[in-house]
């Protein structure tokens, strides 16, 4: 069973930093697709930022030049550093793996998900 743990939440200032980190009970390097996404009360989940097995990263407008995406293979963990944050980035993030492979002659997919850390920022 696949367990994705995050932590590095927490209550920070406009313009402050926070990172996060997602840390896999599994080696991600068999992963095709990791990601943080984040929600608000009453929204869907968003992608915030994804980076592929080809080392290809992914941003959201919103965060781009702010947010930095990467992926330590060896031990497992995936990261999202985080600068100049703003209030809009208040939200639960979540670490999201999916692992893509053939079984039985169909393409198959798995998602994983973590429980979710808290971003506040706020004066």
């Known amino acids: 069973q696949v367990q994705l743990v995050e932590s590095g939440g927490g209550l920070v200032q406009p313009g402050g930093s926070l990172t996060l980190s997602c840390k896999a009970s599994v080696d991600i390097g068999n992963m095709n697709v990791m990601a943080w996404y984040r929600q608000t009360p009453g929204k869907e989940r968003e992608l915030v930022a994804s980076?592929?097995?080809?080392?290809?990263?992914h941003y959201i407008d919103a965060v781009k030049g702010r947010f930095s995406i990467s992926k330590d293979n060896v031990k497992n963990i995936l990261s999202l550093k985080m600068n100049a944050l703003k209030p809009e980035d208040t939200a639960v993030y979540y670490c999201k793996a999916d692992r893509v492979f053939l079984q039985g002659g169909s393409v198959t997919r798995n998602t994983y998900w973590g429980q979710g850390t808290q971003v506040t920022v706020s004066a």
């Open positions: 980076f592929t097995s080809a080392r290809q990263r």
